[in-house]
């Protein structure tokens, strides 16, 4: 939930690139699902960055600043994709 609730942010505060900051500057160091919000930011930097850069994690704030226009329509891409995801497993949890 934290994760989609994220990407919806994302798409809406299109213009908002302090949010993303944000995100970037409390990236976890580990995927630790006991805290779910730094769980679902860096799992949302990490799709980001599959999604623009080709990489798993680019954790490169000056890199992030110059594709600040892609991001949205980025994160409109991966909550389709994870509506897809859900759907095919018709409601059930399924863990990014």
């Not at 994760?3 to 409390?26: P, Q």
């Not at 680019?58 to 992030?64: A, M, Y």
Request: hydrophobic letters at 35%; zero cysteines; aromatic letters at 12%.
């Amino acid at each position: 939930m934290e994760y989609r609730a994220k990407l919806v942010e994302l798409y809406y505060l299109r213009d908002d690139l302090y949010r993303f900051s944000r995100f970037m500057d409390t990236l976890a160091d580990t995927d630790d699902r006991t805290h779910p919000h730094e769980y679902a930011e860096r799992k949302l930097i990490q799709s980001l960055s599959r999604k623009i850069f080709g990489v798993e994690l680019e954790s490169d704030w000056e890199k992030w600043k110059d594709k600040a226009d892609e991001i949205p329509a980025a994160a409109l891409e991966l909550y389709k994709e994870h509506n897809a995801m859900m759907a095919q497993r018709k409601g059930d949890e399924h863990v990014i």
